[in-house]
């Protein structure tokens, strides 16, 4: 049987993390809480609005309202770069300890060596990610999505589809692109060709997306059923149906964590459920009970029997699945 | 978050660079009014207020791909607004500040369009702040200082002490032909009372047309003195706005159609509001109206801006009062006699 260890804060979840194998939980009010060895915490922003784990899974990386990105970890915290008064409302980080964030009209990526680079956008940049492959990143705006190529001074591949993304991933193998947008729906475009994807059909906007292992898949919320596209086929989920795991009648889907080997995913629900469901066989195992608020974030250990939880209430927590 | 968690109200102020814009906000965040206030700003600029609560947004209008034109959204306050709701107890109600060129409609369409901002924010008021020296001459070049005049609640006439008696009561009786509905404060140095511009409850459809005394009162026969037309300072005119009137300042291109009729028949009545927000929608700046429909006891309330309209039952008919429809349309291009035409056409 799952068993919860809770931990009750007080303030939205932005992020809920394992640093290495201590849960970390990234709250609005710019605290980062930690359950090692006892509860513990660092105050980090006045305000964090955006976090991401680095390419080693061993730092977190928040942007906040206070103009100010950070590096951290335990009761350490590093000031990485400022853009002013402007609220930091997105971070990504990339290979050899690059990591990009947005504020208003500009992307910023910073080298390891500190050095900072600005790519100018004619509207607001709305996210931010890294590709998988080599020294590239991907901006998602309004009408579409920019590749840019810091490391180098290439131009810019502008990918373009009408109305407004809000959120941006790369499939790990770096072959899809896919936004968020804010229609209620998913855009994506096959790199190597430029081909659209339109995945819509969600009755609320998308705003959790997790691949599974080896990206065979794309988990997404804003349903009352995780909506899993399939991305093994060269083209994607072009002409398929998405899996629909977690069906419940009464509640909907904020977020979800495919599983790190198998396909599986942790879905969470906004009235606070959270569910495990295997992909062959729709199997649902429940891993905690309703709680205060909706889910926010969650991530799986690496030795994937621990599921850490954030919600908008406060109320967070670690799933350990084997009891 | 519980639906039944508390919206929290937000005013939007437009005007004119130099109509008074930065001086209310100033005295928003300064004055003792026992309220907390996040403000979304486009430019920190002249605030010289040091407060956390104060946020910069680039203002980003962003198309809804659902192919309506006016379909439009200010993509930052969805951003700055999420953000803010994600740690409520800082602030009791928020204010954006439109920059001077701004069309107000994205911004209020935002509160009613975004699921997420509408579960957690109400529209309360759009306050436009008017220089009553240049108006004149800002209605003559844009489109925009009309459009933030058809389109408030409140318009607060700023600095009077410039212009004579006659410019006054002219720019006064033009602001009355663009929009008949919205409450008039003539100030100077953006003197009006914050109660009268904060907490109106103008989208609120429980509240919007018991605060208005003007209300589609075209024919203008009640006592002038029932009601509470608040004139800060100087309050010589004599209320006499001629709704419907051509305004005595050309360039105006907005107008208001005030339609009256008796009970409606619902089964005539909501298709055809449907049908003329449809197809009227791009026209439509604001409706607002109260409809008495047939063996209803209550009073029906209906408000929209473009293709959006709600309504509600508000409360019962009085005693006495006269079962009566009345409905008024801000906009451009529409047809006074055929909308007149088929809206008696719904009568029961």
Request: glycine fraction near 10%; charged fraction near 25%.
């Given at each position: 049987?799952?068993?919860?260890?809770?931990?009750?804060?007080?303030?939205?979840?932005?992020?809920?993390?394992?640093?290495?194998?201590?849960?970390?939980?990234?709250?609005?009010?710019?605290?980062?809480?930690?359950?090692?060895?006892?509860?513990?915490?660092?105050?980090?922003?006045?305000?964090?609005?955006?976090?991401?784990?680095?390419?080693?899974?061993?730092?977190?990386?928040?942007?906040?309202?206070?103009?100010?990105?950070?590096?951290?970890?335990?009761?350490?915290?590093?000031?990485?770069?400022?853009?002013?008064?402007?609220?930091?409302?997105?971070?990504?980080?990339?290979?050899?300890?690059?990591?990009?964030?947005?504020?208003?009209?500009?992307?910023?990526?910073?080298?390891?060596?500190?050095?900072?680079?600005?790519?100018?956008?004619?509207?607001?940049?709305?996210?931010?990610?890294?590709?998988?492959?080599?020294?590239?990143?991907?901006?998602?705006?309004?009408?579409?999505?920019?590749?840019?190529?810091?490391?180098?001074?290439?131009?810019?591949?502008?990918?373009?589809?009408?109305?407004?993304?809000?959120?941006?991933?790369?499939?790990?193998?770096?072959?899809?692109?896919?936004?968020?947008?804010?229609?209620?729906?998913?855009?994506?475009?096959?790199?190597?060709?430029?081909?659209?994807?339109?995945?819509?059909?969600?009755?609320?906007?998308?705003?959790?997306?997790?691949?599974?292992?080896?990206?065979?898949?794309?988990?997404?919320?804003?349903?009352?059923?995780?909506?899993?596209?399939?991305?093994?086929?060269?083209?994607?989920?072009?002409?398929?149906?998405?899996?629909?795991?977690?069906?419940?009648?009464?509640?909907?889907?904020?977020?979800?964590?495919?599983?790190?080997?198998?396909?599986?995913?942790?879905?969470?629900?906004?009235?606070?459920?959270?569910?495990?469901?295997?992909?062959?066989?729709?199997?649902?195992?429940?891993?905690?009970?309703?709680?205060?608020?909706?889910?926010?974030?969650?991530?799986?250990?690496?030795?994937?029997?621990?599921?850490?939880?954030?919600?908008?209430?406060?109320?967070?927590?670690?799933?350990?699945?084997?009891? | 978050?519980?639906?039944?968690?508390?919206?929290?109200?937000?005013?939007?102020?437009?005007?004119?660079?130099?109509?008074?814009?930065?001086?209310?906000?100033?005295?928003?965040?300064?004055?003792?009014?026992?309220?907390?206030?996040?403000?979304?700003?486009?430019?920190?600029?002249?605030?010289?207020?040091?407060?956390?609560?104060?946020?910069?947004?680039?203002?980003?209008?962003?198309?809804?791909?659902?192919?309506?034109?006016?379909?439009?959204?200010?993509?930052?306050?969805?951003?700055?607004?999420?953000?803010?709701?994600?740690?409520?107890?800082?602030?009791?109600?928020?204010?954006?500040?439109?920059?001077?060129?701004?069309?107000?409609?994205?911004?209020?369409?935002?509160?009613?369009?975004?699921?997420?901002?509408?579960?957690?924010?109400?529209?309360?008021?759009?306050?436009?702040?008017?220089?009553?020296?240049?108006?004149?001459?800002?209605?003559?070049?844009?489109?925009?200082?009309?459009?933030?005049?058809?389109?408030?609640?409140?318009?607060?006439?700023?600095?009077?002490?410039?212009?004579?008696?006659?410019?006054?009561?002219?720019?006064?009786?033009?602001?009355?032909?663009?929009?008949?509905?919205?409450?008039?404060?003539?100030?100077?140095?953006?003197?009006?009372?914050?109660?009268?511009?904060?907490?109106?409850?103008?989208?609120?459809?429980?509240?919007?047309?018991?605060?208005?005394?003007?209300?589609?009162?075209?024919?203008?026969?009640?006592?002038?003195?029932?009601?509470?037309?608040?004139?800060?300072?100087?309050?010589?005119?004599?209320?006499?706005?001629?709704?419907?009137?051509?305004?005595?300042?050309?360039?105006?291109?907005?107008?208001?159609?005030?339609?009256?009729?008796?009970?409606?028949?619902?089964?005539?009545?909501f298709p055809w509001i449907e049908k003329i927000t449809q197809m009227e929608g791009p026209n439509i700046l604001r409706l607002k109206g109260i409809i008495a429909i047939k063996d209803d006891p209550d009073r029906y309330v209906i408000q929209g801006v473009h293709m959006i309209m709600e309504g509600d039952h508000q409360r019962p008919w009085k005693d006495g009062e006269k079962h009566e429809s009345r409905l008024v349309f801000i906009g451009r291009e529409l047809s006074t006699e055929r909308l007149q035409r088929s809206?008696?056409?719904?009568?029961?």
């Amino acid at each position: 049987m799952p068993t919860v260890a809770p931990l009750d804060l007080d303030g939205h979840c932005v992020s809920a993390v394992f640093l290495h194998d201590v849960p970390h939980f990234a709250l609005a009010d710019g605290a980062i809480h930690r359950l090692d060895h006892g509860h513990k915490w660092q105050e980090v922003h006045d305000g964090l609005l955006a976090a991401t784990l680095d390419q080693q899974k061993s730092r977190l990386i928040t942007g906040g309202e206070d103009g100010k990105v950070f590096s951290s970890a335990g009761d350490t915290s590093e000031l990485l770069a400022e853009a002013g008064r402007k609220w930091i409302t997105s971070v990504a980080s990339g290979p050899q300890g690059a990591i990009a964030y947005a504020a208003g009209k500009t992307a910023f990526v910073r080298f390891a060596d500190g050095k900072v680079k600005e790519f100018q956008h004619p509207r607001s940049v709305e996210g931010v990610a890294f590709s998988p492959k080599g020294m590239r990143f991907g901006v998602a705006r309004y009408n579409g999505a920019t590749l840019h190529f810091p490391a180098t001074d290439g131009k810019p591949v502008e990918l373009e589809w009408a109305g407004a993304h809000t959120g941006i991933t790369f499939s790990p193998d770096g072959n899809f692109l896919v936004t968020t947008m804010q229609e209620n729906a998913l855009h994506g475009w096959k790199l190597s060709d430029g081909k659209h994807m339109r995945m819509s059909g969600y009755p609320a906007k998308v705003k959790s997306l997790s691949w599974s292992a080896k990206g065979k898949w794309l988990a997404s919320s804003g349903a009352q059923a995780a909506i899993v596209w399939p991305f093994s086929g060269k083209d994607g989920p072009m002409g398929k149906a998405p899996l629909e795991l977690g069906t419940r009648g009464n509640a909907m889907v904020t977020a979800v964590a495919c599983h790190p080997s198998q396909d599986v995913a942790a879905i969470g629900y906004d009235d606070g459920m959270v569910m495990a469901v295997r992909f062959a066989d729709l199997k649902e195992v429940l891993l905690r009970r309703p709680g205060k608020g909706a889910i926010t974030s969650m991530m799986w250990d690496r030795e994937e029997r621990r599921v850490v939880f954030g919600s908008e209430t406060g109320d967070c927590g670690v799933i350990d699945i084997a009891g | 978050m519980t639906e039944s968690q508390t919206q929290i109200p937000v005013t939007v102020l437009t005007g004119y660079l130099g109509s008074g814009k930065t001086t209310l906000l100033n005295r928003i965040l300064s004055e003792n009014h026992g309220k907390r206030y996040a403000v979304i700003v486009n430019e920190f600029g002249e605030i010289g207020i040091d407060n956390e609560l104060i946020v910069e947004s680039d203002e980003e209008i962003y198309e809804m791909n659902n192919g309506c034109v006016c379909c439009t959204v200010r993509g930052d306050l969805i951003r700055v607004v999420e953000g803010l709701m994600r740690r409520p107890g800082r602030f009791d109600a928020i204010v954006v500040e439109t920059t001077g060129l701004a069309d107000p409609v994205p911004v209020a369409q935002t509160f009613f369009m975004d699921e997420d901002v509408r579960t957690k924010t109400k529209l309360d008021a759009v306050v436009a702040l008017v220089d009553a020296k240049h108006l004149p001459l800002r209605l003559k070049d844009s489109r925009e200082a009309e459009d933030q005049i058809a389109f408030a609640d409140v318009v607060v006439l700023n600095k009077t002490d410039l212009v004579t008696p006659e410019e006054l009561a002219d720019v006064e009786a033009t602001i009355r032909a663009i929009n008949p509905t919205a409450k008039i404060h003539r100030t100077t140095r953006a003197g009006v009372a914050l109660d009268q511009v904060l907490d109106r409850g103008a989208f609120d459809l429980s509240r919007a047309l018991e605060n208005d005394p003007h209300f589609l009162d075209s024919d203008h026969d009640h006592a002038h003195g029932d009601h509470d037309h608040v004139h800060d300072e100087n309050c010589g005119h004599d209320h006499h706005h001629e709704h419907g009137d051509a305004s005595p300042i050309h360039d105006v291109t907005v107008q208001s159609v005030s339609l009256r009729g008796g009970e409606m028949d619902p089964k005539k009545f909501f298709p055809w509001i449907e049908k003329i927000t449809q197809m009227e929608g791009p026209n439509i700046l604001r409706l607002k109206g109260i409809i008495a429909i047939k063996d209803d006891p209550d009073r029906y309330v209906i408000q929209g801006v473009h293709m959006i309209m709600e309504g509600d039952h508000q409360r019962p008919w009085k005693d006495g009062e006269k079962h009566e429809s009345r409905l008024v349309f801000i906009g451009r291009e529409l047809s006074t006699e055929r909308l007149q035409r088929s809206f008696e056409a719904c009568q029961a």
